[in-house]
């Protein structure tokens, strides 16, 4: 897939999002990871970002937090395991 977006590290450690990304989670006061995740399935209810914009945030989540599910299943599956 072709890159729209020139991205840069920003306030969330590991995380390369377009500025203009970054500009607008600073004004929402979004600053960390799990505020990020969170927020994940709104982001093109934020103004400032349209739904390309989501995508490339999304991507860019999916390569440094794993699912909310994984986690889940990684856990139980360690209780199996022990």
């Not at 600073?26 to 989501?54: F, N, Y």
């Not at 945030?57 to 990684?74: D, M, N």
Request: charged share 25%.
């Amino acid at each position: 897939m072709p890159r729209f977006y020139d991205t840069c590290a920003g306030p969330i450690s590991g995380l390369y999002l377009p500025p203009v990304a970054w500009d607008v989670l600073q004004r929402e006061k979004i600053q960390t990871l799990e505020q990020l995740v969170d927020i994940a399935d709104r982001l093109e209810q934020v103004e400032g970002i349209e739904p390309r914009m989501a995508e490339v945030i999304r991507e860019a989540l999916a390569r440094v937090a794993p699912p909310k599910e994984q986690i889940v299943g990684e856990m139980l599956q360690a209780t199996w395991c022990a």
